[in-house]
């Protein structure tokens, strides 16, 4: 290739002489003519450094992602464009199959019309994510329609600000609480009929 293009670059795994270690090396073979003969340079860089920390980062980023799917809060990750990631708990919790489902959209795509406190939705996701930009977290309770069993279902939620390659992002973590809603809603009822 080197000898019909001009150049050719790539990466070779190659052993040490003296210990038989393996290392990584980067590879440009280039054509080069001395006398009219056509003869083949080789530069080599060690780049073994270099594939460490890329495996390193590789590993951490699968580490990340195991605890990101294995939470059993549902976590969504959030930019200017909607929903972009989520994790399984947040598909099982909004009634999706799959990212798909969820991608592209805005978290009141899946929201009651109105809140608890008879607000509209958008207007006040409005103001709670305001209130996670301005102080870095909003904590609150929200009600949300689950898409397979059209059930309005209570939710706590954590807006958290959060940069992720140079890009300011919100990461909502919540759980369900209609249980808790239901008993605490018993037992204000109880406490006045008493």
């Known amino acids: 290739k080197a000898l019909t293009e001009g150049s050719c670059k790539f990466e070779w795994q190659q052993k040490r002489y003296d210990t038989n270690e393996l290392f990584f090396t980067e590879i440009l073979l280039s054509k080069v003519a001395i006398d009219e003969k056509p003869l083949i340079q080789a530069n080599i860089r060690n780049i073994n450094d270099r594939k460490q920390a890329e495996a390193a980062s590789q590993n951490s980023e699968k580490n990340l992602r195991t605890l990101f799917e294995s939470n059993r809060d549902a ?74 069993t059209n059930k309005i279902i209570d939710i706590e939620v954590l807006l958290s600000t959060v940069e992720i390659n140079g890009r300011l992002i919100l990461q909502s973590t919540a759980r369900e609480i209609t249980e808790r809603k239901e008993m605490e809603a ?9």
């Open 186 to 194: 018993k037992v204000e009822k109880l406490a006045y009929e008493d």
């Open 75 to 148: 976590w969504l990750l959030l930019d200017d464009n909607g929903i972009f990631d989520a994790n399984q708990s947040a598909l099982t919790l909004y009634g999706c199959d799959d990212i798909e489902e969820l991608t592209g959209l805005s978290v009141i795509d899946r929201s009651s019309p109105t809140q608890e406190n008879g607000e509209d939705t958008e207007e006040l996701s409005k103001k709670h994510i305001q209130t996670a930009f301005d102080k870095g977290t909003n904590q609150f309770e929200w009600k949300i329609k689950n898409q397979k």
